[in-house]
């Protein structure tokens, strides 16, 4: 079986464009909420398909190497990824299978359900049967959309963050705004000076540093 690093291979697949984005510049995508199974079987070959939500390279190296080392006795162990708001990361791999023929038929599904931070694993025990080259993209294609069905999708948001700086006496003002314009605090510290690390989504961004920058005294970093 091929190592992660030299069998993974990078697939020009056009990406598809959800209605209303502008080419990746959306501050929202599609991933999954939890990881999800499918079952694909052709002429006695089998292919178990398993999808994973996923956020770095790290994480889907781990999770092939272990399906790998589990499913040892399998004839293809084939996988596909995306990663990233911008969805520009992505690789594919056959694992053995002719050229083409697994990993991009199942980076094919995760582009036409415009999904990303995803890794799809697609296990083959041979059935004895030769599937040829437009059966396998078939099959691979169908037990990857297996896993994709199986799947609860999600829709997150791309945040932005900035920390404020500010004199006590100007807390109420602050708060009045942040309170108005709801983004998450994720850390504050309280005494003469003030500081707040503060996150919202992005399109919201610019709005927030504006009304906070009209504020006289408030000091905004990011």
Excluded at 185 to 205: G, K, P, V, Y
């Amino acid at each position: 079986m091929n190592s992660f690093n030299s069998s993974s291979q990078s697939v020009s697949t056009p990406l598809p464009t959800r209605e209303g984005q502008g080419g990746g510049s959306s501050d929202s995508f599609l991933t999954l909420a939890a990881p999800s199974t499918g079952t694909y079987t052709e002429k006695r070959s089998k292919f178990l398909a398993f999808a994973f939500p996923v956020s770095t390279v790290d994480e889907v190296k781990e999770l092939v190497d272990e399906y790998a080392k589990k499913y040892y006795d399998a004839r293809h162990v084939c996988y596909a990824y995306m990663l990233g708001h911008e969805r520009k990361e992505f690789r594919a791999n056959d694992n053995g299978e002719p050229s083409g023929t697994a990993g991009k038929p199942i980076l094919g599904q995760i582009n036409s359900n415009e999904l990303t931070d995803i890794l799809i694993i697609v296990v083959r025990y041979f059935g004895g049967v030769k599937l040829g080259t437009s059966g396998l993209i078939q099959a691979y294609k169908a037990a990857a959309a297996e896993a994709i069905a199986a799947a609860q999708i999600i829709e997150k948001t791309v945040d932005a963050r900035i920390t404020i700086s500010f004199e006590y006496l100007l807390m109420n003002q602050v708060m009045r705004i942040i309170k108005e314009e709801a983004p998450d605090i994720l850390s504050q510290t309280f005494d003469n000076n003030c500081e707040m690390l503060l996150s919202i989504r992005a399109s919201q961004m610019p709005r927030l540093r504006q009304r906070l920058e009209q504020v006289r005294g408030v000091t905004v970093d990011n």
